[in-house]
């Protein structure tokens, strides 16, 4: 995911690209363009587990390479595992496992259908709990799928050569769901 600024590394006026001006990423020798992911945001995504270099390049216009050398490092990858497939909001309690574990913080989320959005983010560590009492459920006797997502993020920043500032960010992203019972 990218963001380029406008107006000097402090200002929060980001880049909406138009035109012949686009994004591409490299990794493994392949090349994919990157894609509005939101109003001030481009993503894409590499089939692929492997930890490693990702090189972006900004171009403007069809010829003008003046930002090609931003380099990020995709994460580990890692396995998530769910201890159970049902959760009961009352009395019960949900083991999480991921391996291998990793040196920092990790990216939580929980959505589901009939439960309040969780986002938080957790220790990297290989083990997480979710008890039944964190999900506020928007009607007491719902049951719905819930899918938690863990992301590993490395960020960096953009290319010298784009004076203006920004901010990559490389995931690692896995999801498993459950089901969500009163």
């Given at each position: 995911?990218?963001?380029?600024?406008?107006?000097?590394p402090?200002?929060?006026?980001?880049?909406?690209?138009t035109?012949?001006?686009?994004?591409?990423?490299?990794?493994?020798?392949?090349?994919?363009?990157?894609?509005?992911?939101?109003?001030?945001?481009?993503?894409?995504?590499?089939?692929?587990?492997?930890?490693?270099?990702?090189?972006?390049?900004?171009?403007?216009?069809?010829?003008?390479?003046?930002?090609?050398?931003?380099?990020?490092?995709?994460?580990?990858?890692?396995?998530?595992?769910?201890?159970?497939?049902?959760?009961?909001?009352?009395?019960?309690?949900?083991?999480?496992?991921?391996t291998?574990?990793?040196?920092?913080?990790?990216?939580?989320?929980?959505?589901?259908?009939?439960?309040?959005?969780?986002?938080?983010?957790?220790?990297?560590?290989?083990?997480?709990?979710?008890?039944?009492?964190?999900?506020?459920?928007?009607?007491?006797?719902?049951?719905?799928?819930?899918?938690?997502?863990?992301?590993?993020?490395?960020?960096?920043?953009?290319?010298?050569?784009?004076?203006?500032?920004?901010?990559?960010?490389?995931?690692?992203?896995?999801?498993?769901?459950?089901?969500?019972?009163?």
């Amino acid at each position: 995911q990218v963001k380029l600024k406008v107006g000097g590394p402090a200002a929060n006026t980001y880049l909406d690209l138009t035109g012949p001006d686009h994004l591409t990423a490299t990794m493994d020798g392949v090349t994919r363009p990157l894609d509005s992911s939101g109003s001030v945001s481009y993503a894409t995504t590499f089939q692929t587990n492997a930890p490693g270099p990702v090189v972006i390049s900004f171009m403007r216009g069809a010829a003008d390479t003046s930002a090609p050398n931003t380099t990020v490092n995709m994460p580990e990858p890692f396995s998530l595992t769910l201890g159970a497939t049902e959760l009961s909001r009352a009395a019960g309690a949900l083991a999480v496992t991921w391996t291998p574990a990793g040196p920092a913080n990790i990216e939580s989320s929980l959505v589901g259908g009939c439960v309040d959005v969780i986002a938080e983010t957790i220790p990297d560590d290989g083990t997480a709990s979710i008890s039944g009492d964190q999900l506020h459920a928007h009607n007491a006797t719902d049951a719905c799928t819930v899918t938690l997502t863990l992301a590993r993020v490395q960020s960096c920043q953009v290319d010298p050569a784009f004076t203006e500032g920004g901010d990559v960010n490389a995931r690692q992203v896995r999801s498993a769901s459950f089901t969500s019972t009163p």
